[in-house]
């Protein structure tokens, strides 16, 4: 056998396994995405399937040398940053969600979210933002994410748009809507809004914390988005970028 037909065996091994894993990708999506677990747009998800077709072998490697399946890849990267908790089932998950915020009062002239450190257990932090300055984010994320009505966009949006600023109150959005973490990262980033750290019980400007990348070490490729305070406490770790 020569070595062009060898070469050519190869690329054509190598694009086969690219095309089969970015098609399994595609389909694990799609299913997730039917059933409201991975709230990813369609552009986002050709994109990543393209990079997963390219890259197969890293993607590859990290499940067999960490064992690590494709549902953590695509939904729950972990590291040695505390327990994940047990899944329960969607009907579960939709029933809390609805009953956590129909327990909350009117929304009034303030919201409130707990930062947290991957899942929300414990809260590391309070952030304060006024309901008339996050009701942009809430509108553009539920329309991207065009999940069904008891997805945490969708409950949170109409609890959010339905407000009464005339109530001078802050509600406090419960840990049942842990995707919030979304609107923490771009209150940060956009410098709206206030967080209290519990750590060293101060109150900080959005604009004075930091929002950095930390790479995940047991999953190559993965990092979190972090937001730390001037005393470099944390204030809410969230699973976020992927690099391939």
């Not at 065996?9 to 894993?21: A, H, L």
């Not at 990267?77 to 909350?104: C, H, M, Q, Y």
């Not at 406090?172 to 967080?195: D, K, W």
Request: charged share 20%.
């Amino acid at each position: 056998m020569s070595l062009v037909n060898l070469g050519i065996q190869i690329v054509f091994f190598y694009s086969v396994c690219g095309v089969m894993f970015g098609c399994f990708y595609l389909a694990y999506w799609f299913v997730n995405k039917s059933q409201n677990k991975d709230p990813v747009n369609t552009q986002t998800a050709l994109v990543r399937a393209t990079i997963y077709s390219v890259f197969w072998p890293i993607n590859f490697i990290s499940m067999w040398s960490f064992g690590t399946t494709m549902d953590d890849l695509i939904s729950n990267p972990t590291d040695s940053i505390g327990a994940k908790p047990l899944r329960k089932s969607l009907e579960e998950e939709a029933s809390r969600r609805v009953l956590a915020i129909n327990s909350l009062p009117k929304c009034g002239k303030f919201v409130a979210f707990h930062g947290f450190d991957i899942y929300p257990q414990k809260a590391l932090s309070t952030f304060v933002v006024s309901s008339d300055e996050i009701v942009p984010l809430v509108l553009e994320r539920a329309a991207e994410i065009k999940g069904p009505a008891t997805n945490d966009e969708n409950i949170l949006k109409n609890f959010i748009v339905t407000r009464n600023t005339e109530i001078a109150s802050c509600t406090i959005i419960p840990f049942e809507f842990a995707r919030y973490s979304y609107y923490l990262l771009t209150l940060a980033q956009q410098n709206i809004g206030t967080v209290y750290c519990r750590e060293c019980k101060r109150t900080y400007r959005t604009s004075d914390v930091s929002v950095d990348v930390e790479a995940v070490k047991t999953i190559p490729g993965w990092s979190y988005q972090k937001i730390i305070c001037l005393e470099k406490h944390l204030l809410l770790r969230e699973k976020g970028v992927r690099f391939f």
